[in-house]
């Protein structure tokens, strides 16, 4: 759910063929992280609780409308 909200936000919604992209289509934020980053084997060592634990993260590039 997050990872398809997130994509959704950083994609640009400009409707193809117009020749320049609407200012209200651009994206929201810019993905920092490719795909979902894992805990290392030392936390997993150290706190099994961590194996299902995945990382997604956006930085903000524009306000929401």
Known sequence: ????TLAARAADTTPPGLPVPLAEARPEFRLLTRGAERPSTAEMAANPRAAPARLRAAERIREAA
Not at 1 to 4: E, F, L, N, T, Y
């Open 1 to 4: 759910m997050v990872k398809r």
